[in-house]
């Protein structure tokens, strides 16, 4: 369970981007964070992740308050926490293979763990067949799957996607969807930041709107509203 709890952000230029934010995230929700650009999203993205800090408030994972991790726990946090951005941020000169190892073999994992687990998560996104493929080889959609896959490898409970789908057209989008619905159907909590009204309203999933800092609404099944 995620909780933000009278959430206020405030950047060093005075932009208040964020005021009285009260969220909960239950485990294995499939979340929409919706509105226009400028809203707040990807600043509610960034203080989950802790790549900044909240204003005033409190974010709980777990009951534990994010807000008050020291900088050498931070690293621990993104474990739990994925994220996929709108960019793909592939390693060009590596194999699709070995872009999704690479966090593994970071964290020292055997040879025998890193097959399974990135054939696993290359299977999941619907990929195992490029595999060998290099970056500049894929379509867009493909390298967002490779990005996805990268996310999930090291099997984070929390999935945070920023604008997933917003380079790509709707049939690669609904490809994208498929993997994320997926991942959320083995119990990954999943978490997208979206404009894409379409896909949103056609998911009927847990909807947030965020309009100028402040949530406008909070459906637990809903689809992307006009104010
Ligand atoms: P998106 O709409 O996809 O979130 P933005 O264009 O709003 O992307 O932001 C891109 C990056 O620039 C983000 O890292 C964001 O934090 C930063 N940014 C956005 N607005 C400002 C600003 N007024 N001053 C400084 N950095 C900003
Ligand atoms: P969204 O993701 O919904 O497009 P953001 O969270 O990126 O919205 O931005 C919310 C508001 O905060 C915007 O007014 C944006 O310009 C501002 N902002 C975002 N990042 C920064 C930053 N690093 N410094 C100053 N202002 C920022």
Redesign the pocket.
Request: charged letters at 20%.
């Given at each position: 369970m995620i909780q933000f709890e009278n959430v206020y952000?405030e950047?060093?230029?005075g932009?208040?981007?964020?005021s009285n934010i009260n969220l909960s995230i239950p485990k294995g929700d499939f979340l929409f964070?919706v509105?226009?650009?400028?809203?707040?999203?990807?600043?509610?993205?960034?203080l989950l992740i802790r790549e900044?800090k909240v204003t005033r408030g409190r974010i709980l994972i777990d009951g534990n308050d994010i807000t008050k991790l020291r900088k050498k726990d931070i690293p621990k946090l993104r474990r739990n926490i994925s994220v996929v951005f709108q960019d793909f941020r592939l390693l060009d000169k590596k194999t699709i293979f070995e872009n999704v190892a690479y966090a593994l073999e970071i964290q020292g994992a055997s040879k025998n763990e890193i097959k399974k687990s990135v054939t696993e998560a290359l299977e999941i996104v619907n990929l195992s067949n490029r595999a060998q493929s290099y970056p500049d080889e894929l379509s867009g959609g493909e390298s967002q799957r490779v990005s996805i896959a990268r996310a999930i490898v090291n099997n984070a409970p929390i999935l945070v996607c920023?604008?997933p789908t917003g380079n790509l057209d709707t049939n690669t989008a609904w490809d994208i969807m498929q993997a994320l619905i997926k991942i959320n159907e083995r119990g990954t909590t999943v978490i997208m930041?979206t404009h894409a009204v379409e896909i949103v309203n056609k998911m009927q999933r847990h909807v947030v709107k965020?309009l100028d800092?402040h949530i406008v609404y909070d459906v637990e099944k809903g689809g992307y509203y006009e104010d």
């Open positions: 952000k950047y060093s230029n932009v208040m981007a964020l964070l509105g226009s650009s400028g809203a707040g999203k990807s600043t509610m993205i960034k900044e920023d604008e930041a965020i800092g």
